[in-house]
T-cell receptor, first 113, second 114 residues
Framework: AQKVTQAQTEISVVEKEDVTLDCVYE???????LFWYKQPPSGELVFLIRRNSFDEQNEISGRYSWNFQKSTSSFNFTITASQVVDSAVYFC??????????FGSGTQLTVLP | GAGVSQSPSNKVTEKGKDVELRCDPISGHTALYWYRQSLGQGLEFLIYFQGNSAPDKSGLPSDRFSAERTGGSVSTLTIQRTQQEDSAVYLC????????????FGPGTRLTVL
């Protein structure tokens, strides 16, 4: 069974600030996958990134970066120089031997102009 | 190409009525998932189809819920004798079916049970 915890319910920042969204996962699977999805006000879940349990390389994509640390079971997501359009609910999720996603409760990010 | 589509986008029904929600996956995707998003329960898995294999129904909350997938493509989620607690957004996702895999979501159907 998988469990994903996003302790931050809501975060509010001013435009151009950096912001980090926390994600902690629990799993008994030796092979598992971690994901981040974005849900803007329109409601559709948009895939952002997938990481494999055997690859702890951090990743940067434009203003987005992800920090995966197995030692702390964390998969944190940072937005650099945030923009108003980044305002959304962000979900961390995992999958393992069972293919379905287990989601965290989400973090509502509000970026103020 | 086209993404996952769902219909209707909104559905209002009366308690006790049956409803059917439809999902068209991305062309070529062999795996299809249904999830439910509600304020109290967050995002929950309901059912998973992979090719011609028996579906994984482990997330269905009661026997009032069922789903079919015809011809390995379109899926219909049916809720019988709807209850107010069934009110939620029902999300469909599809994926290529390999492992690892990434699921791509549709816009959802907002179900309101009066």
């Amino acid at each position: 069974a998988q469990k994903v915890t996003q302790a931050q319910t809501e975060i509010s920042v001013v435009e151009k600030e950096d912001v980090t969204l926390d994600c902690v996962y629990e799993t008994r699977d030796t092979t598992y996958y971690l994901f981040w999805y974005k849900q803007p006000p329109s409601g559709e879940l948009v895939f952002l990134i997938r990481r494999n349990s055997f690859d702890e390389q951090n990743e940067i994509s434009g203003r987005y970066s992800w920090n995966f640390q197995k030692s702390t079971s964390s998969f944190n997501f940072t937005i650099t120089a945030s923009q108003v359009v980044d305002s959304a609910v962000y979900f961390c999720a995992s999958s393992g031997s069972a293919r379905q996603l287990t989601f965290g409760s989400g973090t509502q990010l509000t970026v103020l102009p | 190409g086209a993404g996952v589509s769902q219909s209707p986008s909104n559905k209002v029904t009366e308690k006790g009525k049956d409803v059917e929600l439809r999902c068209d996956p991305i062309s070529g995707h062999t795996a299809l998932y249904w999830y439910r998003q509600s304020l109290g329960q967050g995002l929950e898995f309901l059912i998973y189809f992979q090719g011609n294999s028996a579906p994984d129904k482990s997330g269905l909350p009661s026997d009032r819920f069922s789903a079919e997938r015809t011809g390995g493509s379109v899926s219909t989620l049916t809720i019988q004798r709807t209850q107010q607690e069934d009110s939620a957004v029902y999300l469909c996702a599809s994926s290529r079916g390999g492992y690892p895999d990434t699921q791509y979501f549709g816009p959802g159907t907002r179900l309101t049970v009066l």
